[in-house]
């Protein structure tokens, strides 16, 4: 029987297998990043770091796997938006470098939207799996920021640093098959088996040579640990310098405002994720 331990937006599940599974489950918002959120993934993390069992499985609820910065909390703060982004950024962080240090294999499953720093969050497993219906986007020059999450850390090291550059600078679209072509993902399965391909992927994780693969994971990581830290602390600087600028905040406000004009097939506007970066 699968243990769920926390509630919120952001919750453990402990599974007899020897699985822990970090499940964003905030699926009306498309897992979108706001503080609470935020600051809710970098506590859910340090705790499956204090007892991540045999292997970690981060997965979402709902349609997206995580839109990325939710704008809606960004727009319309002023001269606060920066410290707020900041703090966003430096929250979710923590998370990543988090998961990143993980002595145990990790796992990520990803379906649907992967967008700004849901990116980052899909790209920190060792093994990501991704569905057919995964669209992963960076989304930030759209807006008038940069990277965070890790996003253009973990990017030049998996697909080079000419196909990084592309996806950061000119916002391109990968698909779920796409992701798997250019070594995003390690690989792409049809939406209906994601769940439990990436569940069964840990659970034989878990049930591994327990020494042997904690040896191998810290050979795989060995030395990154430190140069992903100051990464992430630059991210973070330059995505909140810029989200103090006219030209991000304008950005942002024309953004929101171009979905919110969007309309669904019966004349209602689209749903609330839509308000992110995907």
């Given at each position: 029987?699968?243990?769920?331990?926390?509630?919120?937006?952001?919750?453990?599940?402990?599974?007899?297998?020897?699985?822990?599974?970090?499940?964003?489950?905030?699926?009306?918002?498309?897992?979108?990043?706001?503080?609470?959120?935020?600051?809710?993934?970098?506590?859910?993390?340090?705790?499956?770091?204090?007892?991540?069992?045999?292997?970690?499985?981060?997965?979402?609820?709902?349609?997206?796997?995580?839109?990325?910065?939710?704008?809606?909390?960004?727009?319309?703060?002023?001269?606060?938006?920066?410290?707020?982004?900041?703090?966003?950024?430096?929250?979710?962080?923590?998370?990543?470098?988090?998961?990143?240090?993980?002595?145990?294999?990790?796992?990520?499953?990803?379906?649907?939207?992967?967008?700004?720093?849901?990116?980052?969050?899909?790209?920190?497993?060792?093994?990501?799996?991704?569905?057919?219906?995964?669209?992963?986007?960076?989304?930030?020059?759209?807006?008038?920021?940069?990277?965070?999450?890790?996003?253009?850390?973990?990017?030049?090291?998996?697909?080079?640093?000419?196909?990084?550059?592309?996806?950061?600078?000119?916002?391109?679209?990968l698909t779920g098959e796409d992701a798997e072509r250019w070594g995003l993902?390690?690989?792409?399965?049809?939406?209906?088996?994601?769940?439990?391909?990436?569940?069964?992927?840990?659970?034989?994780?878990?049930?591994?040579?327990?020494?042997?693969?904690?040896?191998?994971?810290?050979?795989?990581?060995?030395?990154?640990?430190?140069?992903?830290?100051?990464?992430?602390?630059?991210?973070?600087?330059?995505?909140?310098?810029?989200?103090?600028?006219?030209?991000?905040?304008?950005?942002?406000?024309?953004?929101?405002?171009?979905?919110?004009?969007?309309?669904?097939?019966?004349?209602?506007?689209?749903?609330?994720?839509?308000?992110?970066?995907?």
């Amino acid at each position: 029987m699968s243990l769920p331990v926390s509630t919120g937006p952001v919750r453990i599940v402990r599974h007899p297998d020897g699985v822990v599974e970090l499940l964003l489950d905030d699926p009306g918002r498309g897992n979108a990043l706001d503080l609470r959120t935020a600051e809710a993934l970098r506590d859910r993390a340090g705790e499956v770091a204090a007892d991540p069992g045999g292997a970690v499985l981060v997965r979402t609820t709902g349609g997206s796997f995580c839109v990325g910065g939710d704008l809606r909390a960004f727009v319309g703060l002023g001269t606060e938006t920066g410290a707020y982004v900041h703090a966003v950024a430096t929250a979710a962080h923590v998370a990543v470098q988090t998961l990143y240090a993980l002595p145990v294999p990790l796992v990520t499953a990803v379906r649907g939207a992967a967008a700004g720093g849901g990116i980052g969050l899909a790209l920190v497993g060792d093994i990501a799996l991704a569905a057919r219906s995964a669209r992963f986007r960076l989304a930030y020059t759209a807006i008038g920021l940069t990277p965070d999450c890790g996003a253009s850390w973990f990017l030049p090291r998996l697909v080079g640093p000419r196909r990084a550059a592309e996806l950061i600078l000119t916002d391109r679209i990968l698909t779920g098959e796409d992701a798997e072509r250019w070594g995003l993902v390690t690989r792409c399965v049809d939406d209906g088996e994601l769940d439990e391909a990436a569940h069964r992927t840990a659970a034989g994780l878990a049930a591994g040579a327990t020494g042997a693969l904690r040896a191998a994971k810290g050979l795989l990581r060995a030395g990154d640990g430190d140069g992903l830290r100051h990464h992430l602390a630059e991210e973070a600087r330059s995505i909140a310098d810029l989200a103090d600028g006219p030209e991000a905040q304008d950005r942002m406000a024309s953004f929101l405002a171009s979905r919110g004009r969007r309309k669904t097939g019966d004349g209602r506007t689209k749903a609330r994720e839509a308000e992110s970066v995907s």
